[in-house]
């Protein structure tokens, strides 16, 4: 029979391959404290445990991109645009055209005037065009954080039909540069995927696997209870950041997007209190595979593909593999999120039904079309985004057949 615990988590033994012994015994203890404590110290402790981690991580992450991907830009490879202010509309960049290394110094003076910057000469009087060519970069992120803010705001808020979407501009210097030609918003989005993604693979991917693996409900419940307070902390963020009027969230979205984000939250940590509560009635091996399908494979792919499109692997520099991205993240969407979805919930309601009754039942059955709404979001946008990335290959290798 299934081993089970009082809306909670007792003390088991982890894989051996995975950890060192006085981890498993620091393991153990933990386990063995959470064990007694009531479902509402344990929501509290891993809210806690979460309002602390996730600003850290996300400090740990931005400071690795800060050191790793901020060379300077060589002059060589940078551009500064003839028209100020550049045009800027929607879909893909309109690229600078003009060469840094063959640009007039009047040009120079006339795009860094422009900019609000100062400019210095060397010792034989020609221009330093160092800071230039990191200040081109910065426009160039700007005028691409621009686009993005508008489309997100376009289609979520006003909810805006046949919008182009908004390709970053090719990176002038692979990864070393990267984050030089980012703007901060998108930076700030940047680093949310990667916490998030983290995030994901934890209460989606390890926790769920190591549950089916072992069939230990200590593993189902830290899923569980670590989902929860994760929510409690993103849905926290969003509020306050309403209260306060600025964009204090985790997620570092666009304003419009916050209501869709809020829903979700609470709809994802209302499962799996109702999980807790009913404790060896929940069909446990199936709500796993759930947190697996959405939360730690196809979100977090999502994620990923959402960083993918701000870096040097996006549409603009590597237009294949972005496609393969794309085709593999929309069929995962289509499995896990349309065809396996429906059998997951078919089975789980069911279960539930037979175990609790109809009234809980019910209950899941109307938190799951709130996510199957979510669903369909997700496999359109993929969809679209695959479409788009393969038209604009196409679209590129009939202009080179011209030319």
């Not at 393991?27 to 979460?50: C, E, H, N, R």
Request: hydrophobic share 45%; proline share 5%; charged share 15%.
């Amino acid at each position: 029979s299934r081993p089970s615990c009082h809306h909670g988590i007792r003390s088991t033994r982890i894989l051996t391959p995975f950890t060192t012994q006085t981890m498993q015994e620091l393991f153990d203890v933990v386990l063995a404290f959470l064990s007694v404590q009531p479902m509402g110290t344990k929501i509290l402790l891993s809210t806690l445990v979460w309002s602390i981690v996730t600003p850290l991580l996300k400090y740990l992450f931005r400071q690795t991109l800060s050191l790793l991907c901020t060379r300077p830009i060589p002059p060589s490879r940078a551009y500064i645009p003839s028209q100020l202010p550049h045009p800027n509309p929607p879909g893909s960049a309109i690229l600078f055209d003009v060469a840094l290394s063959a640009a007039s110094d009047k040009h120079i003076i006339s795009f860094m005037t422009y900019r609000g910057r100062k400019w210095t000469r060397t010792s034989e009087g020609k221009i330093n065009v160092g800071p230039v060519a990191t200040e081109a970069a910065a426009y160039k992120g700007q005028l691409y954080e621009e686009r993005t803010m508008k489309w997100i705001d376009d289609h979520f808020r006003l909810h805006l039909r046949n919008l182009s979407y908004p390709y970053v501009a090719p990176h002038w210097n692979g990864w070393a540069s990267f984050w030089t030609e980012t703007a901060p918003q998108i930076r700030a989005m940047f680093v949310a995927s990667m916490f998030l993604t983290f995030e994901h693979v934890i209460g989606g991917v390890v926790l769920p696997m190591a549950y089916l693996m072992t069939q230990d409900t200590a593993y189902f419940d830290l899923a569980m209870y670590s989902e929860i307070g994760m929510q409690i902390v993103l849905s926290g963020a969003i509020l306050f950041s309403y209260i306060v009027g600025d964009d204090c969230t985790v997620e570092q979205m666009h304003r419009s997007v916050w209501p869709l984000l809020l829903i979700h939250h609470v709809c994802t940590a209302s499962f799996c209190v109702l999980c807790l509560h009913i404790e060896d009635d929940c069909p446990r091996d199936e709500v796993a595979y759930i947190l697996f399908a959405l939360l730690g494979f196809t979100s977090s792919l999502h994620y990923v593909s959402q960083m993918l499109d701000f870096s040097p692997l996006s549409q603009s520099n590597a237009p294949y593999t972005r496609l393969v991205n794309h085709a593999f993240c929309l069929s995962s969407q289509l499995i896990f999120r349309g065809v396996v979805w429906f059998w997951m919930v078919h089975e789980t309601c069911w279960k539930l039904h037979a175990t609790c009754g109809p009234n809980v039942a019910a209950t899941c059955f109307v938190v799951s079309l709130l996510f199957t709404a979510f669903n369909f979001d997700f496999i359109k946008f993929h969809y679209k985004a695959t479409v788009g990335c393969y038209r604009k290959i196409q679209s590129g290798n009939r202009m080179k057949k011209g030319d």
